[in-house]
């Protein structure tokens, strides 16, 4: 879908390029996205082989051998399973002309050159992903310690327990309740969408 003509006319080489919203419906990460469950694209690069499509939801990669080639491998992570870190924006040296983001998603390490003329845009990708990577692991500490204080005050009621009668009682009581807490817990500190996050410090 994504042709010789759009190619031309945004100027795509091997380095990447930033692509505007209006020709988000010109790349082919386009129609990968759960435009159905509300998922949109919010920040999009792409090189001749390649495209990089950050979404409220996901990073979708579009993964291209060479630009010769039409074979395609299409990647998803979203940010919720694939936790952001190791997030590094390189400048350009005076004869370089490209900038470099990096970023680790889960285990897999991300390196995007991008034409220097984007710097402004990245800067604002960075920013994103520095928050995103903020919030996910902080969640996670927020997780684990309700779990912790799950664990303990389960071993503290069990040892309360007198009589057999009202352990059957007791256990189903205290069961249900701990999975009603730790179900209101999960949906508080595990968050699938950041729009607001990229609504607020992405600038296309």
């Known amino acids: 879908m994504f042709g010789k003509v759009a190619s031309d006319v945004l100027g795509l080489s091997d380095v990447g390029s930033v692509i505007k919203p209006a020709d988000y419906d010109k790349v082919d990460a386009d129609d990968y996205v759960l435009h159905e469950d509300n998922e949109k694209i919010f920040f999009l690069i792409k090189s001749k082989s390649d495209e990089y499509c950050f979404t409220n939801r996901a990073l979708i990669h579009v993964d291209g051998t060479s630009a010769a080639s039409k074979k395609r491998t299409l990647r998803r992570y979203d940010y919720s399973t694939y936790h952001i870190s190791n997030v590094i924006l390189e400048t350009a040296g005076t004869m370089d002309l490209d ?24 800067k604002d990708l960075y920013k994103a992903l520095i928050k995103i990577a903020e919030i ?69």
Request: proline residues 0%.
């Open 99 to 122: 900038v470099e983001i990096k970023f680790t998603m889960g285990n897999v390490q991300y390196s995007i050159d991008v034409h220097k003329k984007h710097l402004e845009e990245l």
């Open 136 to 204: 996910t692991r902080e969640n996670a500490i927020a997780m684990d310690y309700a779990k912790q204080s799950l664990d303990l005050a389960s071993s503290t009621l069990g040892r309360h327990v007198r009589t057999e009668g009202a352990l059957v009682e007791q256990f189903k009581e205290l069961n249900q309740a701990a999975f009603s807490w730790l179900m209101d817990t999960r949906k508080q500190y595990s968050i699938k969408d950041f729009g607001f996050v990229f609504e607020r410090y992405i600038n296309n």
